[in-house]
Every structure is written in C-alpha cells, then in structure tokens.
C-alpha cells in the first residue's frame, strides 16, 4: 500500500463523512466501505496469486460480507482479477487494481502526465472516480508538471502543500475538482519511484 494514498483516501473519507453526517448512517455506511475497500484492495487483491486459490476465495468471501454489512448493498469480489463492485439503490461502484486497473471512461486523460505512467488502481461511482499510479519521474519533476501543465489547459490551481517526501495538489474546472497527491512509491513494484494518487470528484448539474 503506497502511503500518499493512504493519507489521501483518508482525508476524503473525513471529508464526505462531516459534509454527510446530517444524512443518516447509510451514508456514512458507505464512506466506512469507501476506506474498507480501498484497503483491502491493497492488501488482499495484489497479494493473491493462483496457487493460493483456496485462501483467496476465503477472502473474497469475507470482504463481500463484511462490505455488505457496513452499506446493505451486494457485493461482488473477484482477486483473481483484482476488482470489487458493489451494486446498491444508487447505482453500482467499481473498484480495480493490479493488472486490471485501468482509466475510467469519464477520467479526463490530462491528468496523467508522464508518459510511463502504470495504473495501479482505479475506481468509479456515478461521475467521480479515483485512479493511482506510477512513475519513474521524480516527485519534484511530476509536481512542477501538473502546476504547469494542468493551468495551461484552464484549470484553476486552489492549494499546494509540499512537504518534501510527500506534496498535493488542488484544482478546479468548472463544476469540476481535482486532488492530487504525490509521495514516494511504497507498493510491491520497486521498479518506479513515484506514486501519484489523483481524485476526480464533479458536481452533477
């Protein structure tokens, strides 16, 4: 599990968890599985391997009936191929990771700006959507470049916090924001330095 993602899923839980509390506990039900998952996907689904199939169904089994506890929604866990859904009175979300992660349909590709960067995770409900990924680039270099690159192209820069080994970004388009955080990469793939973690939240109209 990369820590910047860690620190960023956990500021969002907190987020949509105060702005929500006035709308009663299946709300916040769901920001509880919100961070479940996210770290379940880490730390179950990226672990499994096929000689393991015995223990990786015990799992999926647990974490479809734990998740399903918390938000009264069916819930559908598959490690093989490292993906989650869940499907409730408000639509389905999807979570995917490892191999099968891939950019959602409504993610805007400007956002990913270097041109090694390998999806690790990525998750989709209703038009916001989350993705996590990797880089070679240097944490200062990936940094500059969304400064850069991201006002070039008509987005409004809100925040910046850079703390060294770990920095964030905000920004706004339209009805749009967007949370960026970089930070070292801490998962199983040694091979890239950089994990960037972007949030992708819009308001619907």
């Known amino acids: 599990m990369l820590k910047s993602f860690v620190i960023t899923v956990s500021i969002w839980i907190d987020n949509s968890k105060d702005a929500k509390q006035v709308g009663g506990d299946n709300k916040m039900n769901k920001t509880k599985a919100t961070g479940l998952i996210i770290l379940c996907l880490s730390i179950v689904l990226s672990s499994c391997s096929p000689s393991k199939t015995i223990g990786q169904k015990t799992g ?3 974490l479809e009936k734990t998740i399903e506890a918390q938000t009264g929604a ?3 866990v598959d490690a093989q191929d490292g993906e ?3 499907k409730s009175e408000d639509g389905q979300t999807q979570y995917s990771a490892g191999g099968s992660a891939v950019l959602p349909s409504n993610f805007p590709k400007e956002l990913i700006i270097t041109s090694d960067a ?3 995770i990525a998750s989709t409900s209703g038009t916001n959507s989350s993705v996590t990924y990797i880089t070679n680039s240097e944490q ?3 940094f500059d470049k969304y400064i850069s690159d991201l006002t070039g192209l008509g987005w409004t820069k809100e925040m910046e916090f850079d703390a060294g ?3 964030m ?3 706004a388009k339209e009805n749009t924001k967007v949370t960026i955080t970089i930070g070292e990469n801490n998962t ?3 091979s890239e330095k950089t994990a960037v973690n972007i949030i992708l939240t819009t308001e619907e109209n």
């Open 60 to 62: 999926e089994k647990i």
């Open 74 to 76: 069916k819930v559908d």
């Open 84 to 86: 989650v859904t869940i």
């Open 118 to 120: 390998k999806i690790i």
């Open 140 to 142: 200062n270099e990936v």
């Open 165 to 167: 080994q770990g920095k």
């Open 169 to 171: 970004l905000n920004f």
């Open 188 to 190: 199983k793939d040694q």
